[in-house]
């Protein structure tokens, strides 16, 4: 990306350091110019990785008792919100390739808590469908929400506003990474 030693390095923000004191709210889209990269702990994507890892290890061991891995874990919270989706359908609303979410669903089959078969209107097609015992693992899931909210400390309007901006960023991100550099 860095066509030219003499180019800087813009970054967005909007609660840094360099605010002005008086405000009460921080300013938008304002644009600053770092003649050098940020420090690894001003980088937003390293805030939000290491977040995803401290998350992961809170949910370890809930995951553990419910007998799901974090991939799982996302293609049953998938199946949970609307059952009976294509394998293609899950892995869109997870942001990942078919070929990744076929050995997740061959073990949630194999442990008894989904069912793959072939849609009889278009055979190219599998359908994912939540069994019995896959429906009723949804309210033993309950625990890793309750879990993140009680280890994180913060308010249930704080999480709600991060989960909101968060998911604003992705969506930005996403859709101007269609866009050429």
């Given at each position: 990306?860095?066509?030219?030693?003499?180019l800087?390095?813009?970054?967005?923000?909007?609660?840094?350091?360099?605010?002005?004191?008086?405000?009460?709210?921080?300013?938008?889209?304002?644009?600053?110019?770092?003649?050098?990269?940020l420090?690894?702990?001003?980088?937003?994507?390293?805030?939000?990785?290491?977040?995803?890892?401290?998350?992961?290890?809170?949910?370890?061991?809930?995951?553990?008792?419910?007998?799901?891995?974090?991939?799982?874990?996302?293609?049953?919270?998938?199946?949970?919100?609307?059952?009976?989706?294509?394998?293609?359908?899950?892995?869109?609303?997870?942001?990942?390739?078919?070929?990744?979410?076929?050995?997740?669903?061959?073990?949630?089959?194999?442990?008894?808590?989904?069912?793959?078969?072939?849609?009889?209107?278009?055979?190219?097609?599998?359908?994912?469908?939540?069994?019995?015992?896959?429906?009723?693992?949804?309210?033993?899931?309950?625990?890793?929400?309750?879990?993140?909210?009680?280890?994180?400390?913060?308010?249930?309007?704080?999480?709600?506003?991060?989960?909101?901006?968060?998911?604003?960023?992705?969506?930005?991100?996403?859709?101007n990474?269609?866009?050429?550099?």
């Amino acid at each position: 990306m860095c066509h030219e030693a003499a180019l800087v390095k813009r970054f967005l923000y909007r609660d840094m350091q360099f605010r002005d004191k008086n405000e009460t709210r921080p300013r938008r889209a304002n644009v600053l110019i770092l003649p050098e990269p940020l420090p690894l702990d001003a980088q937003l994507c390293f805030a939000l990785y290491s977040a995803n890892i401290a998350i992961n290890r809170v949910y370890k061991p809930l995951l553990d008792r419910l007998g799901l891995t974090y991939p799982q874990y996302l293609v049953m919270s998938a199946l949970w919100q609307q059952d009976g989706q294509t394998v293609g359908a899950i892995a869109d609303r997870l942001a990942l390739e078919s070929s990744t979410i076929t050995p997740l669903l061959k073990r949630l089959e194999t442990a008894g808590l989904a069912r793959r078969q072939r849609n009889p209107r278009d055979e190219r097609q599998v359908i994912v469908t939540l069994t019995p015992k896959g429906k009723s693992l949804h309210q033993d899931s309950k625990c890793l929400t309750e879990t993140l909210l009680e280890r994180s400390g913060l308010p249930v309007e704080d999480i709600i506003r991060l989960n909101v901006e968060v998911s604003a960023l992705r969506d930005a991100l996403v859709r101007n990474s269609r866009e050429p550099a």
